[in-house]
């Protein structure tokens, strides 16, 4: 089916991810390289062999903490229809459009900010166009039609892992924000090839994605600012097993239960090192470590992620040599007040909707700078995403939330990029300016066991056939190297 689509190969990045670099140990009983939950959420599934190369928390499991029943956010599934000649169409269909066509007419729906179309096989590719119309609402206005970028398929999981071989996982376009809505209505219409139609994936949902209330404030005594602070040992408020696991990750650099890791100088980052990191950093440049200032990241807690809804347990790959740069393809209409509210339904779309185990991105970044702890696990570590389908082992993800084919990316977004990197791979001892060989885990691009030479600082499109992320976005990556390589103290 792939020769009916020359546009396969011009797919859109969407959503969709150092080290203690002494390596973590089992716990006993467990599977090398998988943290296994003692407990699955319903549909959610449970890792059953060990990837290679993949390292396990032994401290995974989070201790006995107090029981929160709030759920933020929900999704709608409905199930597109076949779209008879008298129902209403597209900005770019004519009379002669295909009858195979899917969809919805308009209709009311509960409050939704966030859309996507999944379907059941996630191997079958989407050979048409999405187009999605919806209603405000806060004024009752219906926007223009609005196209949603159909490919997907390089996010996600390396196939060979556990939760690339996870039957949970669906096929899934890009998500789209939209922001406050209470109406839609969508049309899929299957590319012709010389008066053929292209089929359709079987199973096609349309998913409408309410990211939920913003996570309240905290007392003022419990936020955790720049200035100085003293590490705790009690969370600042009661959290569930979840939440406390996630938190526990970070514990290191930051009290349980903050919103924010604060950002530090380059000396205050060296001094407060973690003493595996230290270790490894000395093994890597003994006369002279290169690591940026530690930047502000704002972490699960802080924009409200949900930690019952991912998978229990994080899995790590064995260090971090290369970054990949994204964007998320949800479109620019978000202020940065909103950026948080992107964030838990991008989370919400790749675990609810697409069956990922989490988040696909390591980290990520909103149009003012801000950056954000994404895929569980530790910012510290070398958690593995699901990001760069084929390189996610010794990787990780940054993704800009936003969409940069046509739109340059604002310099604060380039620069939280720089002052991220500079820190992360500092902590390996890596130069950000440097090249690095990865091995691909099989992709469009490059065929699984082949070793690829990237920069250290790569756009998605470096590993795979794809526009991610985003032409203008790419071009900047040169000055986020060279950005990069001076907050670490080199020239």
């Given at each position: 089916m792939r020769a009916y689509l020359v546009s396969s190969i011009a797919v859109s990045c969407a959503a969709a991810l150092a080290l203690p670099l002494t390596l973590a140990t089992p716990a006993a009983g467990a599977d090398p390289g998988v943290a296994v939950p003692a407990a699955a959420d319903p549909g959610v599934v449970v890792p059953a062999a060990a990837d290679p190369g993949v390292v396990a928390d032994p401290a995974a499991a989070a201790p006995a903490a107090v029981p929160e029943t709030a759920v933020a956010g929900s999704t709608q599934s409905l199930p597109l229809e076949p779209l008879g000649p008298d129902r209403p169409r597209g900005r770019s269909f004519g009379a002669a459009e295909s009858s195979a066509a899917r969809g919805l007419g308009r209709r009311d729906v509960r409050p939704f900010s966030l859309l996507g179309v999944v379907w059941d096989d996630v191997r079958a590719p989407l050979h048409g166009t999405v187009e999605v119309r919806t209603r405000s609402a806060a004024d009752g206005a219906w926007s223009d039609w609005q196209d949603v970028e159909t490919h997907n398929d390089e996010h996600g999981a390396d196939p060979g892992t556990a939760e690339g071989r996870s039957g949970a996982l669906h096929g899934s376009t890009a998500p789209l924000w939209v922001g406050d809505s209470d109406g839609v209505e969508i049309r899929v219409s299957p590319e012709r090839h010389e008066g053929v139609d292209a089929p359709l994936p079987s199973g096609l949902h349309l998913e409408l994605v309410d990211p939920g209330p913003e996570p309240a404030d905290d007392a003022p005594a419990t936020r955790v600012t720049r200035a100085a602070w003293t590490p705790r040992t009690a969370p600042a408020a009661p959290m569930n097993p979840e939440q406390s696991e996630a938190a526990r990750v970070n514990a290191d650099l930051v009290p349980l239960g903050a919103d924010v890791i604060p950002a530090l100088t380059r000396a205050q980052t060296l001094a407060e090192l973690p003493a595996s990191a230290r270790t490894a950093t000395t093994r890597a440049a003994a006369a002279k470590p290169y690591i940026g200032p530690r930047p502000k990241i704002i972490t699960r807690k802080g924009w409200g992620a949900d930690e019952k809804m991912r998978e229990k347990g994080f899995v790590y790959t064995k260090t971090i040599k290369a970054v990949f740069?994204?964007?998320?393809?949800?479109?620019?209409?978000?202020?940065?007040?909103?950026?948080?509210?992107?964030?838990?339904?991008?989370?919400?779309?790749?675990?609810k909707s697409s069956g990922w185990r989490d988040l696909g991105y390591n980290f990520a970044v909103?149009?003012?700078?801000?950056?954000?702890?994404?895929?569980?696990?530790?910012?510290?570590?070398?958690?593995?995403?699901?990001?760069?389908?084929g390189f996610n082992t010794n990787s990780m993800g940054i993704a800009v939330l936003g969409s940069y084919g046509s739109t340059s990316p604002p310099a604060a977004a380039v620069t939280a990029i720089a002052r991220l990197t500079a820190w992360k791979l500092g902590l390996h001892g890596v130069n950000p300016k440097a090249k690095t060989y990865l091995t691909s885990g099989g992709g469009n691009l490059y065929k699984k066991g082949r070793k690829v030479k990237f920069n250290v600082i790569a756009g998605h499109r470096d590993g795979f056939a794809t526009e991610c992320p985003g032409g203008r976005l790419y071009n900047k990556l040169g000055t986020a190297r060279s950005a990069s390589a001076k907050y670490q103290g080199r020239r």
């Open positions: 740069v994204h964007h998320s393809a949800t479109g620019n209409r978000y202020t940065c007040k909103q950026a948080p509210s992107v964030l838990r339904s991008i989370y919400r779309y790749h675990v909103d149009k003012c700078g801000n950056i954000y702890e994404g895929r569980a696990g530790g910012v510290s570590k070398p958690v593995m995403g699901a990001h760069t389908l």
